[in-house]
């Protein structure tokens, strides 16, 4: 009999700028595969009846990320629009840009969604605060890799 076992894995990396385009801040964190998230990947298997993951988002709660959660706890500001994605070597790559004034405050949450609101989460993560100023620029890279092993 043979056994496949496939693993998702989650990598973001967060880099704050300030006004002048000085780095303030980086982050790079593990992110949680949602149970949403999972039915979305096995969903588009099958056709594309799901929409694809189009919006990013950050929040300030700081509960611990959960299989069952389908939204950030506590969103700052709207969903952002996703700037690109890639797909190489057995994983998809998602950019966001949250410009001056967007997700602006103490950042300690991020999703990715397939709606601008409402719709399905693929992945949610929590990390220690990011402290985003009102002029300050942030960019998100969420990499999510399908290994077998």
């Given at each position: 009999?043979?056994?496949?076992?496939?693993?998702?894995?989650?990598?973001?990396?967060?880099?704050?700028?300030?006004?002048?385009?000085?780095?303030?801040?980086?982050?790079?964190?593990?992110?949680?595969?949602?149970?949403?998230?999972?039915?979305?990947i096995?969903?588009?298997?099958?056709?594309?009846?799901?929409?694809?993951?189009?919006?990013?988002?950050?929040g300030?709660?700081?509960?611990?990320?959960?299989?069952?959660?389908?939204?950030?706890?506590?969103?700052?500001?709207?969903?952002?629009?996703?700037?690109?994605?890639?797909?190489?070597?057995?994983a998809?790559?998602?950019?966001?840009?949250?410009?001056?004034?967007?997700?602006?405050?103490?950042?300690?949450?991020?999703?990715?969604?397939?709606?601008?609101?409402?719709?399905?989460?693929?992945?949610r993560?929590?990390?220690?605060?990011?402290?985003?100023?009102?002029?300050?620029?942030?960019?998100?890279?969420?990499?999510?890799?399908?290994?077998?092993?």
């Amino acid at each position: 009999m043979v056994k496949d076992k496939l693993k998702l894995r989650g990598d973001v990396a967060i880099v704050i700028k300030a006004a002048d385009g000085s780095i303030k801040d980086t982050r790079n964190i593990k992110n949680l595969v949602v149970n949403d998230g999972l039915n979305f990947i096995v969903s588009r298997m099958k056709d594309t009846t799901q929409n694809a993951m189009t919006h990013m988002a950050v929040g300030s709660s700081t509960t611990a990320a959960a299989a069952a959660q389908t939204d950030l706890v506590s969103i700052l500001g709207s969903r952002e629009a996703i700037d690109t994605i890639n797909v190489a070597a057995n994983a998809i790559t998602y950019v966001s840009s949250f410009e001056a004034g967007d997700g602006t405050g103490a950042v300690t949450e991020a999703g990715i969604f397939n709606a601008a609101s409402s719709g399905d989460m693929l992945c949610r993560t929590v990390f220690s605060v990011v402290n985003k100023g009102a002029s300050d620029s942030m960019t998100i890279t969420w990499a999510i890799t399908l290994t077998a092993s």
